[in-house]
């Protein structure tokens, strides 16, 4: 027998390190086959008239195809423009916002001296994140409120007339942004600032030996060992264009008709379809976002690959 075919079993042997491995992979595989993979069966509804008359599956299998019905409310509505405009506007927003300030935050706390004032703007920063859209809610109508908001008392005592916030849409886009980037702003900058933390020190000791300013360092040293998680975070957020936190944009705007032009997406549509319309819509147009979600970010990650494969996820 040949060294290369001894090789070649040797390498095909189960071994003793191949079965922890395995066992230490075994629940996130259940994880992913009971509630990512399982539920996938599920994507036959958007193709029927569900109906309930007993068991799930037996609902499923009795009802009647009802072929592309479901999707037509998404295309044919009169107000598909709006929600589509909504959707992929204030997401090509927070893409971009999402990643200048929180790399900005990051590059900025990453440059203090005193530790413990950095971890200290850390926990400020990411404490918002933890809170719950519905808290954000209250809190927001305490400052909003037409009669004993904060926001009108102030402008009232002040000589200005109070403005009813939940009835006026043009301020709405301006405030969903900024309770948007405020939530979210301090997750994207511990991601970047633990990236920031694990660049060898060496590299800055050497531009500082060079005579290298600190926006020198940031601009050759820090932002390009920070591209790969740019690129990663940047391809993770496009595959999720046609998503929008439902919280936000339901909860934040109480559900008020009078906001309906800026504040109505994908995701409130269906919600508002659920109370009218068949779980089948709602299936349906979960089912298109899904395939528009896979199909941008394989597109992202293609241009990515094009222009720099070392950074391409795939």
């Given at each position: 027998?040949?060294?290369?075919?001894?090789?070649?079993?040797?390498?095909?042997?189960?071994?003793?390190?191949?079965?922890?491995?395995?066992?230490?992979?075994?629940?996130?595989?259940?994880?992913?086959?009971?509630?990512?993979?399982?539920?996938?069966?599920?994507?036959?509804?958007?193709?029927?008239?569900?109906?309930?008359?007993?068991?799930?599956?037996?609902?499923?299998?009795?009802?009647?195809?009802?072929?592309?019905?479901?999707?037509?409310?998404?295309?044919?509505?009169?107000?598909?423009?709006?929600?589509?405009?909504?959707?992929?506007?204030?997401?090509?927003?927070?893409?971009v916002l999402g990643i200048v300030?929180?790399?900005?935050?990051?590059?900025?706390?990453?440059?203090?001296?005193?530790?413990?004032?950095?971890?200290?703007?850390?926990?400020?920063?990411?404490?918002?994140?933890?809170l719950s859209w519905v808290v954000?809610?209250?809190?927001?109508?305490?400052?909003?409120?037409?009669?004993?908001?904060?926001?009108?008392?102030?402008?009232?005592?002040?000589?200005?007339?109070?403005?009813?916030?939940?009835?006026?849409?043009?301020?709405?886009?301006?405030?969903?942004?900024?309770?948007?980037?405020?939530?979210?702003?301090?997750?994207?900058?511990?991601?970047?600032?633990?990236?920031?933390?694990?660049?060898?020190?060496?590299?800055?000791?050497?531009?500082?030996?060079?005579?290298?300013?600190?926006?020198?360092?940031?601009?050759?040293?820090?932002?390009?060992?920070?591209?790969?998680?740019?690129?990663?975070?940047?391809?993770?957020?496009?595959?999720?264009?046609?998503?929008?936190?439902?919280?936000?944009?339901?909860?934040?705007?109480?559900?008020?008709?009078?906001?309906?032009?800026?504040?109505?997406?994908?995701?409130?549509?269906?919600?508002?379809?659920?109370?009218?319309?068949?779980?089948?819509?709602?299936?349906?147009?979960?089912?298109?976002?899904?395939?528009?979600?896979?199909?941008?970010?394989?597109?992202?990650?293609?241009?990515?690959?094009?222009?720099?494969?070392?950074?391409?996820?795939?």
């Amino acid at each position: 027998m040949s060294t290369k075919t001894k090789g070649k079993r040797l390498r095909t042997r189960w071994r003793k390190q191949d079965a922890e491995l395995t066992l230490l992979a075994l629940p996130t595989t259940i994880w992913y086959i009971l509630f990512c993979f399982l539920p996938m069966f599920g994507i036959i509804i958007a193709f029927k008239n569900f109906r309930i008359s007993g068991g799930f599956l037996s609902n499923v299998i009795n009802s009647p195809w009802a072929g592309l019905k479901n999707f037509e409310f998404l295309f044919k509505s009169n107000d598909a423009w709006i929600i589509i405009r909504n959707t992929l506007g204030y997401n090509i927003i927070f893409i971009v916002l999402g990643i200048v300030i929180p790399v900005a935050l990051a590059l900025m706390v990453g440059m203090l001296h005193n530790r413990r004032a950095g971890k200290v703007y850390q926990t400020m920063m990411f404490l918002p994140y933890f809170l719950s859209w519905v808290v954000v809610s209250a809190v927001g109508w305490a400052f909003l409120s037409f009669d004993k908001g904060i926001v009108n008392q102030m402008l009232v005592n002040m000589g200005g007339e109070p403005i009813n916030w939940y009835m006026e849409s043009k301020y709405w886009p301006y405030l969903l942004i900024f309770m948007h980037v405020w939530k979210s702003v301090g997750y994207g900058m511990v991601v970047y600032l633990a990236t920031i933390t694990g660049i060898d020190k060496t590299y800055y000791e050497a531009a500082v030996i060079d005579g290298a300013s600190i926006w020198q360092q940031t601009r050759f040293i820090t932002l390009p060992l920070m591209k790969l998680v740019i690129v990663m975070m940047f391809i993770l957020a496009v595959g999720r264009i046609f998503y929008t936190d439902f919280g936000l944009f339901f909860q934040v705007p109480r559900d008020s008709n009078s906001l309906f032009n800026v504040t109505t997406t994908i995701d409130v549509l269906v919600y508002k379809q659920l109370k009218t319309a068949t779980v089948g819509m709602a299936s349906a147009a979960a089912f298109v976002q899904s395939v528009l979600g896979c199909i941008t970010i394989l597109t992202a990650n293609w241009i990515v690959r094009r222009i720099d494969p070392d950074s391409a996820m795939m």
